[in-house]
């Protein structure tokens, strides 16, 4: 029998304590309590903004953590999505990847909300994420957390079908000055300087990063040989700075720039030189009994110029205006010389509360206030600025009705002087089965509204105000909001003492109102125009399943299999008049990524030295607005040593990307060949 | 006067002793028959039916149940109101509070029994002992009794020294209600032949500026545990500077050692509902009232940063067995 007792080195303890005991009661400092030991160290946060455990949340969650990424294959950010169910990644051209979760993948994928310290980087410019351009390396990242659902009630519009979170690492976690190379294929040319340091009072890591590559090889097209010219150079600062004045206080400030000189397009590529800037804050203000109420403002400015080659309309036509065959009814002249700079700019100001309301009730709740201005000649026809204030408020509750069962609802608000005020909200019900053994079911609703770009956009080549040569996209008058129904039941279990982990996701996804283009008429050369609209219907259903094996801390391993089918329409050509059905349709099943698998392995010999693979396995697929791509298994490899010596560090990795035949990628041309890349880097403590 | 015969005079006596007699076994076999099954009443109060409280009482069943089929009868309330507790009390040969809260509710009706605190601090306890019963030996007199939430420090600071054995210095964060411990804590390091490096910080200090000069020159870090506030907001920056610095940290919960520490000693709801059973078991305990330190704690690693710190971990059995005698379970 093991009776609680007085040994001697409590009586030593209790002694002081039981003196101590009205001293502090005196000093007016209340008693801890068991909350105060039992107290959660955050785990989770980016679901709900609330930190929770997996078991707690609302929605499927993927983290990518330290380890997996040291360990990876990846060269790129983007490439930690391969390991993610239901994602699709792959490069429209060597400077510009794309991400996606289940929406058809075009060469600029919407409907994921993606934000690096909790600052939304997606463009209102581009409707998309510009991968090149957020200035996050790869080795300044703690970890990602991916919520694969909807999480509009807590992130709003964008976060339609998944939510992105990248957070970097603390300036705390290293000091001293690290120095990072790689070069390899394609002409991979990645640098990276930093320092994490001390500033008076601010402890802050400052990174000037250097990244290029060449791209694709040159290819063929139909036959023909066809120069890729898809290389890009990007000139990256970035500063990290974190001020603590108080236990219950701390700042934390970012500052960023990156100058691109990068090619975009396909088949016909252009120079962008592209710039982009931020600067983010976060106070956070902690109260007695752990609430906590944050402040987050940021800025993000992107800023870019194309060097679009003037042309003759002769040139372009190839018919000279002398010729019978000329189409004008005025002469010749120069085209494309006009203004080829556009611009995006976003202020967002947001309050965040997170209070325990009740011993079984916890709550998020936000409000938030957000600025978007567009400028460009090139996609609105005009040289005026276009913007939008839109304003969103949210709460997110968490109650855990007993030990088996938490619920979660959340639901937001928003108002846009677009589309109105609308709201979008979730539902879900964790049955803890037992500590290992979580079943969740959940329903969302939930709205996109249209971006700046869907809602303005008006590309057209001018002869002169009244006369329009070319009208490429033209955005409807009345775009309305998407809208997403969504309904998941979701298991976690966690085996063999918690080192296997296994997350399944069952969904079916309601997509209505998706905005994408239809043809219609236009009295110009070639006699129609792209309408951008509400055009798409889309019923996604499908399962997820990811395992993570780590039975000790030399050996990781992480799995997924996903499969997803979409049935759906788009209206392909409009009706012949306004009020009519479509008069053409186009199937959208054929564009569904229907089955992905990964596979991540790594091994760390007690020498150090660290083994590492990746199998990728994507089905067959037909790009939306892009090429048929056939299946492929891409096989990467990875070899990484450590030597640790006084105060500093040298790693040397070599990585092998795809060890095996060339795999397309969007388009046909785009040949994705065995990359070599060795990574050099070097700590000084 | 009639004169009776004595023999007959004393017919009426032995008739009524008689009767008395076997009235009186009657009583003493019903009562003893009575008392003999009477089952040992226990009444558990919680502070609320949130799983580590459901748990500590469950288990606590659990255990007198497997070893006394037929020995106890077991009531629950979750955090009752006065007169709710008023009316269960008459029938419980003991109380058993579980959390803070429901010691607060039940040490205010001071009832009549033993009473037991589980899963609630020190400090807490003995702020609620003296304000119900004028002090802690005032409460331990009236069988009063509380094991401690909390683990004794000595616990971390020997699996400090196992864990890194050319420790020299051990650093100690200490809050505003532990900084009354930081004598004792000075001497008991100081018998370790370690050297103790203390920080004390409250809510108004620059964290990270306060530990990091002693975090740094520490060979292990323990944080104390403090109030909720202090507890939240320093943990990033502990984890986060004994991560830059190569210090482990030894910490308190088990929220704690997956966030980043190297390794914890804390109570777990199992090992709560372990010390009361114990308790409960033991009829000395209930004479008198006394406050305890938990004989039970997982002990509990992280082996990611063990691997990071290059720290090779044994079997926590090991570590268990190489405590001095007087901190073993």
């Known amino acids: ?685 | 006067m009639a004169f009776t015969h004595p023999a007959k005079r004393l017919k009426p006596f032995r008739r009524a002793t008689v009767i008395q007699l076997i009235g009186l076994l009657l009583l003493v076999f019903t009562c003893s028959y009575a008392f003999a099954d009477r089952k040992t009443a226990v009444l558990f109060v919680a502070s609320k039916s949130a799983a580590d409280y459901v748990e500590v009482l469950n288990t606590v069943q659990g255990h007198l149940e497997a070893r006394y089929p037929q020995g106890y009868e077991f009531k629950s309330k979750f955090r009752p109101s006065g007169k709710e507790l008023a009316s269960d009390l008459p029938g419980a040969d003991f109380v058993v509070t579980i959390g803070t809260a429901a010691a607060d509710i039940v040490f205010s009706v001071k009832p009549k029994v033993p009473v037991l605190s589980v899963l609630i601090t020190e400090n807490a306890f003995l702020a609620l002992a003296e304000k119900y019963y004028g002090s802690a030996e005032n409460a331990f007199a009236s069988r009063v009794s509380s094991i401690s939430l909390d683990q004794p420090v000595a616990r971390s600071i020997e699996l400090a020294k196992l864990l890194v054995p050319d420790a020299r210095d051990i650093g100690l964060m200490l809050g505003p209600a532990s900084l009354p411990r930081q004598p004792e804590l000075e001497r008991h390091i100081a018998d370790m032949s370690l050297r103790p490096q203390f920080v004390s910080i409250s809510a108004k200090d620059n964290p990270i500026h306060t530990i990091e000069p002693v975090l740094r020159r520490s060979d292990v870090f323990i944080p104390i545990s403090d109030s909720r506030l202090i507890n939240i907001a320093t943990a990033k920056w502990i984890l986060h500077l004994s991560y830059r610095y190569k210090v482990p940290v030894i910490a308190f919960s088990k929220s704690y050692l997956k966030a980043g520490a190297l390794a914890a000693v804390y109570s777990s709801p199992a090992d709560v509902a372990g010390d009361a059973a114990e308790w409960l078991k033991n009829p000395k305990s209930k004479s008198n009232g006394g406050l305890y330190v938990p004989a039970y704690y997982s002990l509990t690693f992280n082996e990611s940063v063990a691997a990071n710190l290059k720290i090779k971990l044994n079997a926590e059995q090991f570590y268990r067995d190489q405590f001095s005698q007087e901190i073993k379970q």
């Open chain 1, 1 to 685: 029998m093991h009776l609680p007792s007085f040994v001697s080195i409590n009586r030593l303890f209790l002694s002081s304590l039981i003196i101590a005991a009205p001293a502090t009661a005196a000093n007016g400092i209340d008693m801890l309590t068991e909350d105060d030991l039992l107290v959660e160290i955050p785990i989770v946060s980016n679901v709900t903004h609330m930190q929770q455990t997996l078991a707690q949340t609302p929605a499927a969650v993927t983290i990518i953590d330290r380890q997996t990424i040291q360990a990876s294959t990846a060269v790129d950010i983007t490439d930690l999505f391969r390991l993610v169910p239901g994602f699709q990644t792959y490069y429209v051209n060597g400077s510009r990847r794309g991400v996606t979760y289940h929406a058809l993948g075009d060469k600029y994928p919407r409907r994921l909300e993606v934000k690096v310290d909790g600052r939304s980087v997606y463009e209102s410019l581009f409707s998309a994420v510009t991968w090149s351009t957020i200035g996050v390396e790869l080795d300044e990242i703690d970890h990602i957390e991916i919520v694969r659902g909807a999480n509009a009630a807590a992130d709003g519009s964008n976060a339609f079908l998944a939510s992105i979170n990248i957070v970097t690492r603390s300036p705390l976690l290293d000091s001293g000055l690290s120095f990072r190379a790689q070069v390899g294929s394609a002409q991979t040319r990645n640098a990276a300087i930093s320092y994490s340091g001390k500033v008076g009072v601010v402890d802050h890591r400052t990174t000037l990063s250097v990244r290029g590559n060449d791209g694709f090889d040159d290819g063929t097209f139909r036959g023909q040989p066809l120069a890729i010219t898809d290389d890009i150079e990007s000139v990256s600062f970035a500063t990290k700075g974190l001020w603590t004045p108080s236990a219950n206080n701390n700042i934390e400030f970012q500052l960023g720039a990156t100058k691109s000189d990068l090619w975009v397009g396909g088949r016909d590529y252009v120079n962008r030189d592209m710039s982009y800037q931020y600067q983010y804050v976060n106070w956070n203000r902690l109260s007695e009994k752990g609430n906590k109420i944050q402040l987050i403002g940021y800025h993000n400015n992107l800023d870019f110029e194309d060097a679009v080659i003037p042309q003759k309309i002769s040139e372009v036509l190839g018919v000279d205006d002398t010729s019978p065959f000329w189409p004008l009814p005025v002469p010749d002249k120069t085209i494309f010389d006009g203004d080829n700079r556009s611009q995006s700019e976003r202020w967002d100001l947001e309050l965040r509360t997170s209070l325990k309301l009740a011993d079984k009730l916890r709550a998020v709740t936000g409000a938030a206030v957000r600025n978007d201005t567009v400028t460009s000649q090139t996609f609105f026809d005009t040289p005026d600025d276009i913007s939008e204030t839109s304003y969103r408020a949210y709460t997110n509750l968490e109650w855990t009705q007993s030990a088996k069962l938490v619920f979660n609802g959340g639901v937001i608000v928003e108002d846009r002087e677009s589309t109105g005020t609308y709201a979008s909200y979730r539902l879900a019900e964790n049955y803890l089965f037992n500590n290992d053994h979580v079943f969740r079911v959940a329903i969302n609703r939930s709205f996109r509204a249209p971006t700046l770009l869907e809602n303005n956009q008006m590309r057209l080549v001018r002869y002169n105000q009244d006369l329009i040569l070319d009208a490429t996209v033209i955005s409807d008058l009345d775009i309305e909001n998407e809208e997403l129904q969504s309904y998941e039941i979701g298991y976690a279990g966690y085996f063999i003492n918690r080192e296997l982990s296994l997350d399944m996701r069952l969904y079916y996804e309601q997509l209505r109102n998706i905005i994408d283009e239809r043809r219609d008429q236009y009295p110009d050369l070639d006699n129609f125009v792209n309408i951008r609209d509400n055009t798409d219907t889309q019923d996604i259903k499908g399962i997820e399943i990811q395992a993570v094996y780590i039975p000790s801390d030399q050996f990781l391993l992480r799995g997924f299999y996903s499969h997803s089918n979409i049935s759906g329409t788009n209206c392909h050509t409009s009706a012949p008049a306004v009020g009519e059905p479509c008069s053409r349709y186009r199937n959208l099943a054929k564009y569904s990524l229907n089955n992905t698998l990964g596979l991540m392995a790594s091994y760390t010999f007690d020498g150090g030295l660290r083994l590492s693979s990746t199998v990728n396995h994507n089905s067959a697929l037909e790009h939306f607005r892009a090429d048929n791509v056939e299946s492929f298994t891409r096989i990467d490899l990875k070899a990484a040593k450590t030597w640790d010596f006084n105060r500093s560090s040298v790693d040397l990795s070599l990585t092998v990307q795809n060890a095996g035949d060339p795999y397309q990628e969007y388009y046909q041309f785009n040949l994705f060949k065995t990359r070599y890349i060795l990574g050099f880097k070097m700590n000084f403590y």
